[in-house]
């Protein structure tokens, strides 16, 4: 899958459904990029591709008029030198000069792909994926950088990384690294990206791209709520079936740069990866720096064809294999229930009957260890309060697991609070400068995760309890931002790694975990959607979403959160009415049919609803388990935008078109409506499908073209479907479609 032009120093890397394409300068050495998008041919050579006319501006070169870097495309560019946009790296030389000049050395390529130590990245066997390695040496200094390209064989999509060594003899400080650099042809572009707060994350935004720089960023620690590191650039015509697209996300859970800078040539300098704003990384002599991952992918089929591909590709590659099979289990979490007023006898009321309605798991969410009765405390001291739990963990989680259900435990990690003995023992531990003011959010300070020993000591504190008890799952939760980041531990030059360091710990006591207890099944969070992000995905293969869990809001949510990420890693539940965060009142109908779009759970107190009612919840139980593989394992598909339209529709088919779940929303009821048909996506068009066990049987191309009636016929009283749209606010719709062998 890899080409090389030896004579003309030319890299091709194409599977057939894709082309990257790039090449050695003349004369300078420096990698110049031209082409990425549908696979092309390949050439001898690609010298048709190459750019060059004498325009005004400096030239790299004495006497050329055709090296002036602003004016080409490059792979991994430096500011200055002749080209003034911003720049993938930047180093800070011992002279004080951020002067580069990377050349070319070598390349290699290897088969197969293996995870690298300490941070998050895809993988995959020599069959699967190629690699291409190309090493640039600073002709000022002993650096050398690596630009590492994978490519599957099965995906359009190239994985980016690079590497800084400084094989001098003087320290360097690097004061800005991304991951990816791509500088494409704008062809009248625009963008999208997911942006937000708490309760209300993922929300889309499309904007067309514009002269200058646009970006999205995070300064907090973490991904946050406010931004998502991924985007996607496509073309103005492009739809969720039809246009150009390009995709790209990080893969990391802090401090974030996904930016676009379109310059007065019209090329769109695409660029991704740790923010260079508060960060600075001292590169010792013989010492490396490695960037977090980033992965590129190409549609020509709309932005539907894109989510698809990130979706089967974090699967394949980045969730880890284990999860890729297993079933996930419905879980009822007690936090909505009860939130910290519980005691043993009151859990074991919804457990029990949770497990009479066929939920598989019980978490027991905040509020079980120290004296922690509210959120102003008890952080930091993981040790069961036995006022609630007279038997502690390990003697509820034994009584659960005797009612046939699997047990699971909350914990907040990273951190503590000030009437711990952790706290009294190491106050350096926490993040903050202790000369000067340190903020608290949600009554609580961050944990100095950059420290080894504080990682270890937490790690100690959770493996007593998992492994005192028959615990099968961790929801590990982060509730707030790191606001005043500095290490007690590192000497001031340092304190512009604090950032990045305290990620690589939170990845280390994720490793930690995984390997003490590797069948552990680890649901991320952050206040919701926090660090919903696919660097953790490869240490937990599923994220609570969002602390909102009103349905109709969610509907946004999930649909935003599903242009980059499949639907087994969106936490997704049912809750209370009227809900905890809008007080919007919900049918247990409606919050079934959007949370059976995700892992599936509740957060309420089941022990409150009558027959009727728990007889609702046994049944989406059973519902979800029997469509749970193909939820979480088929195609899954856009058909209504909740940022566009008061009716909202989605749908997964099966790998092998022989069945599919089709979910409709409507938000507000309205009178008299027009007659609607709801057309379909991804079916087999020769394929007879009955909709709903019903008699009506229709083939896939009528599904697509004509769609689901969503009325009755009241001249025969025999709709096409059995159900029909509720005249009320907040309705939903289910359908389940199965092939029909034909005579």
């Not at 048709?48 to 004498?54: I, K, T």
């Not at 990682?455 to 493996?463: G, K, P």
């Not at 007659?675 to 079916?683: A, E, F, I, N, W």
Request: with cysteine; aromatic share 12%.
């Amino acid at each position: 899958m890899i080409y090389v032009n030896e004579e003309n120093l030319e890299f091709h890397l194409s599977n057939g459904q894709i082309s990257y394409i790039f090449r050695v300068m003349e004369s300078t050495d420096i990698m110049e990029q031209l082409y990425f998008g549908e696979a092309v041919d390949v050439y001898p050579t690609y010298d048709f591709l190459v750019e060059r006319e004498v325009k005004p501006g400096n030239n790299l070169l004495e006497g050329s008029g055709t090296t002036s870097l602003e004016q080409i495309k490059q792979e991994f560019p430096v500011y200055g030198t002749t080209d003034f946009r911003y720049s993938a790296v930047e180093v800070e030389y011992p002279t004080g000069d951020s002067i580069s000049h990377f050349a070319f050395q070598k390349y290699e390529i290897k088969q197969g792909k293996e995870k690298v130590n300490g941070l998050p990245t895809t993988t995959g066997d020599p069959e699967e994926v190629e690699v291409l390695t190309v090493f640039l040496k600073d002709r000022y200094s002993g650096l050398v950088l690596e630009l590492s390209y994978g490519i599957y064989r099965n995906f359009p999509v190239i994985t980016r990384q690079s590497k800084i060594t400084n094989y001098d003899e003087q320290s360097m400080r690097l004061e800005r690294f991304l991951s990816m650099n791509l500088d494409m042809p704008n062809e009248d572009y625009e963008w999208l990206h997911l942006s937000g707060a708490w309760a209300r994350e993922m929300q889309l935004s499309r904007d067309k791209i514009i002269t200058g720089v646009q970006h999205v960023s995070s300064t907090r620690g973490a991904t946050g709520h406010m931004h998502n590191p991924m985007i996607a650039v496509c073309t103005p015509e492009t739809t969720e079936f039809s246009g150009k697209v390009y995709g790209f996300n990080l893969i990391y859970s802090g401090n974030f740069l996904a930016q676009i800078e379109l310059d007065t040539y019209d090329i769109a300098r695409i660029q991704l990866g740790i923010n260079p704003f508060q960060f600075s990384w001292e590169l010792a002599p013989k010492e490396s720096f490695l960037s977090p991952e980033a992965v590129m992918v190409f549609s020509s089929d709309g932005l539907n064809k894109m989510s698809q591909s990130f979706h089967d590709f974090y699967r394949e590659h980045l969730i880890a294999k284990q999860w890729q099979t297993e079933a996930r289990p419905v879980l009822i979490n007690n936090w909505e229930a009860t939130y910290f007023d519980f005691n043993e006898e009151k859990i074991l009321e919804i457990a029990e009957k949770a497990s009479s309605l066929g939920i598989d798991l019980f978490v027991l969410d905040d509020g079980w260890f120290g004296t922690r009765d509210t959120d102003n405390g008890s952080l930091g001291n993981w040790v069961e309060d036995k006022r609630k739990l007279p038997k502690g963990i390990a003697g509820l989680a034994k009584k659960i697991t005797a009612l046939g259900m699997k047990f699971g435990l909350w914990f907040e990690p990273e951190m503590i609070s000030k009437d711990t003995p952790l706290y009294k023992k190491h106050s350096d531990w926490l993040i903050g400068n202790p000369a000067k003011n340190i903020s608290h959010g949600r009554n609580q300070y961050v944990l100095d995760f950059s420290r080894p020993e504080v990682v270890e000591a937490i790690f100690e504190q959770m493996a007593a309890v998992l492994r005192d008890a028959p615990i099968s799952y961790v929801k590990w939760d982060m509730n707030r931002y790191i606001s005043e980041a500095y290490s007690n531990q590192l000497p001031a030059q340092r304190q512009g790694e604090v950032f990045h360091r305290y990620i690589l710990g939170v990845y280390e006591l994720y490793e930690k975990l995984r390997e003490a207890f590797p069948n552990l099944l680890i649901e991320s969070c952050a206040g919701g959607g926090g660090r919903f992000d696919a660097g953790l995905l490869y240490y937990a293969p599923q994220a609570w979403l969002s602390d909102d869990t009103d349905a109709i809001e969610r509907l946004k949510i999930q649909y935003g959160a599903s242009l980059g990420y499949p639907l087994s890693a969106i936490g997704s539940h049912v809750s209370v009415v009227p809900n905890h965060q809008v007080g919007r009142l919900t049918s247990l109908e409606t919050r079934g049919n959007v949370a059976m779009f995700g892992t599936f759970g509740y957060e309420l107190d089941i022990t409150q609803y009558d027959e009727a009612d728990s007889d609702k919840i046994r049944k989406q139980v059973e519902q979800f388990k029997a469509h749970q593989s193909l939820i979480h394992k088929g195609d899954f598909y856009r058909l209504k935008s909740p940022f566009e339209s008061n009716e909202i529709a989605w749908m997964v088919v099966s790998k092998d078109r022989k069945e599919a779940l089709v979910g409709w929303y409507q938000v507000l009821s309205r009178p008299n409506p027009s007659y609607q048909r709801l057309l379909l996506q991804g079916l087999a068009s020769n394929c007879a499908y009955r909709i709903d066990g019903s008699d009506q049987v229709r083939k896939g191309r009528d599904l697509m073209n004509i769609g689901l009636l969503l009325a009755d016929n009241q001249l025969k009283k025999l709709g096409e479907q059995k159900q029909t749209i509720e005249k009320a606010d907040f309705s939903s719709l289910l359908f389940y479609l199965q092939e029909v062998k034909e005579d």
